[in-house]
């Protein structure tokens, strides 16, 4: 499926009630959130933050990292949310906990949410 067809899908309801859940990293499978995020504009009612590696031939579990992990192009994903007006929630999901210490991934998950979202920026010293 396309992002345009996805689109076409949901118009064809001819609802407001009807839009889509999106996640970023299921998409990175086979294309780019970017990309998607552009066409289906206000069609999307929720965002779904997931990382994924494109690098390798590996498309299990693995292959969804923790965000900021992977090669899913944030700047580019957040700039496409910006231009759509994107103003509802934005969920996150990871399926590897570390294993020793697990909830540092609960403080990297909102360190980099923080940078996603611009609240943090990296200044060197």
């Given at each position: 499926?396309t992002?345009?067809e996805?689109a076409?899908?949901?118009?064809?309801f001819?609802?407001?009630?009807?839009?889509?859940?999106?996640?970023t990293?299921?998409?990175?499978?086979?294309?780019y959130p970017e990309?998607?995020i552009?066409i289906?504009?206000?069609r999307?009612q929720?965002?779904?933050?997931k990382?994924?590696t494109k690098?390798?031939t590996d498309?299990?579990?693995?292959s969804?990292?923790p965000?900021?992990d992977?090669?899913?192009?944030?700047?580019?994903?957040m700039q496409?949310f910006t231009?759509?007006?994107?103003?509802?929630?934005l969920?996150f999901?990871?399926f590897h906990?570390?294993e020793?210490y697990?909830e540092?991934l609960v403080?990297?998950?909102?360190?980099?949410?923080?940078?996603?979202?611009?609240?943090k920026?990296?200044?060197?010293s």
């Amino acid at each position: 499926m396309t992002p345009q067809e996805m689109a076409d899908f949901v118009d064809g309801f001819g609802s407001d009630h009807v839009k889509v859940h999106f996640d970023t990293g299921n998409i990175m499978m086979y294309q780019y959130p970017e990309h998607w995020i552009r066409i289906l504009g206000s069609r999307i009612q929720n965002v779904h933050l997931k990382e994924f590696t494109k690098k390798g031939t590996d498309t299990s579990l693995e292959s969804f990292r923790p965000l900021l992990d992977g090669t899913t192009n944030w700047p580019a994903v957040m700039q496409a949310f910006t231009e759509v007006d994107y103003r509802g929630y934005l969920t996150f999901e990871y399926f590897h906990p570390y294993e020793h210490y697990p909830e540092a991934l609960v403080f990297q998950t909102s360190d980099s949410l923080d940078r996603l979202l611009g609240r943090k920026t990296y200044v060197p010293s």
